[in-house]
């Protein structure tokens, strides 16, 4: 699955590696956030088939 990021507008096929790379989210803060939301990031990345 590619993801495309409404921010940057990179592709990716992998979201949490994309926000702490590209947008410098700490790995902590990432998967804090996916833990609480698995869902959290769907918003900000459209699904390239
Ligand atoms: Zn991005």
Not at 2 to 13: E, I, P, V
Not at 18 to 43: G, P, R, W
Request: charge should be positive; aromatic fraction near 8%.
């Amino acid at each position: 699955m590619k993801y495309l990021c409404k921010t940057c507008k990179t592709k990716c096929d992998d979201i949490p590696k994309h926000m702490i790379t590209v947008h410098k989210f700490s790995k902590s803060l990432v998967e804090s956030q996916l833990k609480a939301k698995a869902t959290c990031y769907d918003n900000a990345f459209e699904k390239l088939e």
